[in-house]
């Protein structure tokens, strides 16, 4: 089963979200930029790895606008995303060169059909030494142009139907950008972009008449991607979000039924915004929080997945970060805030991420009620079907990249606001002025799509997990098995698990020595790579993949360098169950070696 270096998991999959890395050393030889693996490498973590329509619109946009030689650029849908990253960067770089940093941006020629697709593109371009600037922003705030917008966008290009925003072609009114939740009730409209306004004849003057441009959308998408259910697929993914489905339904179901209370009384698919990302929701709540509640510091809580940490530390005032989030965690935090220190939020997953730890909601709830700040709840490992958190925060966050999607084929993000929470009010109304609809149509109906039967999934994966857990747990050469239920937060767990909810599909095992891990690792046949929550069996070394350069750090918060970390799939609980006892097996001869 072991799949070749480099390539897409899920195998033959244009748009995947995760790699093949399928041994240990290959892990290392990617980490250390080994040729022998970088060579190989055909896509990656989209938020790590720019896909090569990606990079083939880069380097488009570069040889009209740029110089080859010298230039690097990064995409983003919208200016607003594209000023984020120039802002950042001429913060870093010297000033000499701050110059040398600029932002082009492109719309829909004249004549583009303001009722069929369209997208802009902002492009910032920069000298190629600052590449390693310009990929934090990518990495860390996730708002970076997908793959199948690249696509489209490339196509659109080249065949003229996308220019340079001051061109002779340029629309000569700007478009109107759509925001908040109404945009989702648009019937017209795409994307951020609209090129007439209502009530206006339709263009005829520009380089490619309208008729000409549906024609171009409808080869360039007619066979295999109905583009009227994009706003439809959107509020239907918004509405499973809210909680208010709670069967697995197809899209007009989704839309037919009268929307109900969900996770909380009073909770609707307007309190439900989408990303492009999980990253991207985490980072965009975070600039909502600093513009509504002013410019404090926050608290990471709990070993985070590490862009979380980075967003709180490089923008905005900076961050008290509490990696082992316990007890004694929050008895200095208690302390520091009765001293006058004052926290804009307090970030957090629920449970963690590699140790599968569960935060104490419920007294972090009642600091934050005492003195002030927001609670942000990462729920993407426990999901919404297994726990309900949105009682005790003010907005909960998730990576619909995972399990919500299954797939391994689109990313996507989403940010839900509790109405009963303090600063609810205040919240809705930055985000009706301040969010952007940064999902592109294709990725919205594929997100939608995938996550037609999540919840029957979800059910299966919990089942089959705690199977294979307590083999693992029984086995005398595994050294800890991570996991909601062995672990000793499992309390504070069970105290937000749903009726019917499980504990997930996620957990982390760690052996008594490195030959043990590796040879487990090596021997298990299930697809090996970054990313969780896949709809089969996956697999990574994710201590070495996350935290490289900083292993002894992890370790100071009981993160162990050779953890493996798991995220089960669909795939028949007795048939999993041996591929496991054999991995076991070869650890075991490992050891005798040794």
């Known amino acids: 089963m072991l799949q070749a270096l480099g390539g897409p998991v899920p195998p033959n999959t244009d748009h995947a979200v995760s790699v093949s890395l399928p041994t240990w050393q290959a892990n290392i030889g990617y980490e250390e930029g080994q040729d022998w693996v970088i060579s190989k490498m055909q896509c990656g973590y989209p938020r790590f790895f720019v896909h090569p329509s990606i990079q083939r619109l880069a380097e488009e946009v570069i040889r009209r606008h740029g110089d080859v030689e010298v230039d690097s650029a990064t995409l983003f849908p919208t200016k607003k995303t594209a000023q984020v990253c120039y802002s950042f960067m001429t913060s870093k ?8 940093v600029r932002i082009l941006n492109f719309v829909p020629a004249r004549g583009a059909d303001p009722t069929s697709l369209v997208s802009s593109l902002s492009c910032v371009l920069y000298p190629k030494q600052y590449a390693s600037v310009a990929k934090q922003v990518w990495q860390h705030s996730g708002n970076g142009i997908s793959s199948r917008r690249s696509e489209f966008l490339l196509t659109a290009l080249q065949d003229g139907y996308l220019v340079e925003e001051h061109s002779p072609n340029a629309p000569e009114k700007p478009r109107r950008l759509h925001k908040g939740p109404r945009r989702y009730q648009t019937k017209d409209s795409f994307d951020a972009t609209s090129t007439k306004e209502p009530g206006s004849p339709p263009p005829t003057n520009g380089v490619r008449e309208g008729r000409e441009y549906a024609q171009f959308i409808e080869e360039r998408f007619g066979r295999n991607l109905n583009l009227s259910l994009a706003d439809r697929a959107k509020l239907a ?34 309190d439900v915004f989408l990303y492009p990302s999980g990253m991207s929701s985490i980072f965009n709540v975070h600039q909502i929080l600093l513009h509504t509640l002013g410019e404090k510091k926050s608290i990471c809580f709990g070993f985070p997945y590490i862009d979380t940490l980075k967003i709180l530390e490089k923008w905005g005032p900076g961050c008290l970060f509490y990696g082992h989030g316990s007890s004694e965690d929050l008895d200095d935090i208690e302390k520091r805030l009765r001293g006058g220190e004052r926290v804009l939020a307090l970030f957090t997953e629920f449970p963690g991420n590699p140790l599968l730890k569960s935060a104490d909601l419920r007294r972090i709830r009642a600091l934050a009620d005492e003195f ?11 999901n919404f079907i297994n726990v309900n958190v949105l009682p005790y925060a003010d907005v909960v966050v998730s990576s619909l990249t995972k399990i919500f999607s299954g797939d391994s084929n689109v990313m996507g993000g989403s940010a839900v606001l509790n109405p009963h929470g303090p600063f609810y009010r205040d919240l809705k109304d930055t985000f009706e002025a301040e969010y952007e609809d940064l999902v592109w149509a294709e990725d919205a109906v594929f997100l939608e799509r995938n996550s037609r039967d999540f919840i029957s999934r979800i059910e299966k994966i919990n089942t089959t997990t705690e199977a294979v857990t307590d083999l693992l747990k029984a086995s005398p050469i595994v050294k800890e098995v991570y996991y909601p239920k062995y672990s000793p937060t499992k309390p504070l767990y069970d105290s937000f698990k749903n009726p019917r909810g499980g504990y997930g599909g996620l957990f982390s095992v760690t052996f008594h020595s490195t030959a043990e891990a590796v040879a487990f690792f090596d021997t298990l046949e299930v697809m090996k790579g970054p990313s ?6 996956l697999s990574c070394p994710y201590t070495l993949i996350a935290h490289y350069g900083e292993l002894e750090w992890a370790r100071s918060f009981d993160v162990d360098p050779d953890l493996v970390r798991i995220s089960v799939g669909l795939e028949d ?18 050891a005798t070696q040794a």
């Open 93 to 100: 770089i010297p000033h000499e060169d701050v110059a040398k």
């Open 237 to 270: 993914v918004r509405r499973r979000i809210a909680g208010s489905l709670t069967a697995d339904v197809d899209l007009s179901e989704a839309l037919e039924k009268s929307p109900s209370d969900g996770r909380v009384a009073g909770l609707s698919e307007d």
């Open 372 to 382: 002030k700040f927001a609670v942000v709840v990462d729920e993407t490992v426990g």
């Open 532 to 537: 969780l929550g896949t709809n089969f069996t």
């Open 573 to 590: 609980t007795a048939d999993l169950s041996g591929r496991f006892q054999r991995a076991l097996a070869a650890a075991k001869d490992a």
